[in-house]
């Protein structure tokens, strides 16, 4: 697995010193999809270059399999790395090079012999569905082909693990969809763990296990991914993961206020319907964000109750029976 303790990294300019990031502490499990999400400027990509030293610490430790990368030597950091793949949002294609040697460029660095580094790379392209384009170009292929050339170089060596940094930005909706498919393919049936760097909650969504939130280069939240989309803890989670929610429920005047939690165990139950048969009572929505994550709804319904005690303590206590992930909003 990969550690990070107590990581900082800080930046010197002629401006003075920027602190990047301050006492990042995480764990990615073995065979995991981990994200990490913030804002332009939280320090995200800082982090994830700090994991294979494409940027190096100012503080703290990265462990990769228990091995300390800042105490290997630079011999040792470089057969490391050959174990942590990196992919980017700007694809960094040699354009000079066919799709089939752009592939086979990293197992040339390695001293892989040409005809075995070829088939390799003739697996991998079948693998990310580009076999018959080897003889392309870059310049020829569209965004989400790039993409895909960059993760098949990315897996050439075999690693254990994959790096995104923010890997689908700059493609459309369409594509972002086919490479994140891609992305949980690899995991699965090859086994490699990936962390993915993103900005966009749908990524997160999509085929992330676990979340990590920064803001302002600190972790203000980490955990499960439908534990932190259902229940968001700190603001800025609440901020990328509720966006607007505050003023659309300020806007309505009048009633009292519930936000209904939906963590995936209600996904089938028609838990609104059953409430107002029940209880007997008129509940409107004031906002609602839902998602389907393997299957499973998560997200929130925002409902204003009566104003009148007995109706809303009835609802209350119905709520505490049945749907107990709620909580009263001001």
């Known amino acids: 697995m990969i550690e990070i ?3 900082g990294k800080t930046f010197q300019t002629a401006n003075g010193d920027i602190v990047a990031l301050q006492d990042i502490n995480l764990t990615i499990r073995d065979g995991e999809i981990f994200g990490i999400i913030g804002l332009s400027g939280a320090g995200k990509s800082t982090l994830v270059r700090c994991i294979n030293l494409l940027e190096r610490p100012t503080t703290g430790e990265v462990l990769v399999d228990g091995k ?4 290997l030597s630079q011999k040792e950091l470089l057969k490391t790395r050959q174990n942590i793949g990196m992919i980017f949002q700007g694809f ?3 354009e000079q090079r066919s799709v089939l040697r752009n592939v086979c460029f990293p197992l040339e660095i390695a001293g892989v012999p040409k005809e075995q580094a ?5 697996e991998l392209l079948e693998l990310v569905g580009l076999a018959d384009r080897q003889k392309a170009y870059p310049a020829q292929l569209s965004g989400g082909q790039k993409q895909r050339v960059a993760i098949a170089r990315a897996l050439a060596t075999k690693p254990r693990y994959l790096l995104c940094d923010e890997a689908t ?11 994140l498919a891609l992305l949980r393919e690899i995991n699965e049936t090859l086994g490699v763990t990936i962390v993915v760097i993103t900005h966009e909650m749908r990524v997160i969504d999509q085929i992330c296990d676990r979340v990590a939130v920064i803001d302002q280069s600190r972790i203000a939240e980490e955990g499960p991914v439908s534990r932190v989309f259902t229940s968001p803890q700190s603001k800025i989670a609440r901020e990328l993961i509720l966006p607007g929610s505050k003023s659309s429920v300020g806007e309505v005047s009048g009633g009292r206020k519930v936000r209904l939690m939906f963590n995936g165990e209600h996904s089938a139950e028609p838990v609104i319907a059953n409430m107002i048969l029940e209880c007997q009572v008129h509940a409107s929505i004031l906002a609602a964000d839902t998602r389907d994550i393997d299957g499973a709804i998560y997200g929130y319904t925002v409902l204003a109750l009566p104003d009148d005690p007995r109706q809303y303590d009835r609802v209350i206590a119905w709520l505490d029976q049945h749907h107990n992930t709620y909580r009263v909003e001001e």
């Open 5 to 7: 303790r107590n990581l």
């Open 68 to 71: 300390n990368l800042l105490a």
């Open 92 to 94: 960094n294609l040699l």
């Open 118 to 122: 070829r088939k390799r790379a003739v």
């Open 169 to 179: 930005s700059a493609l459309d909706p369409n594509t972002t969809q086919s490479i």
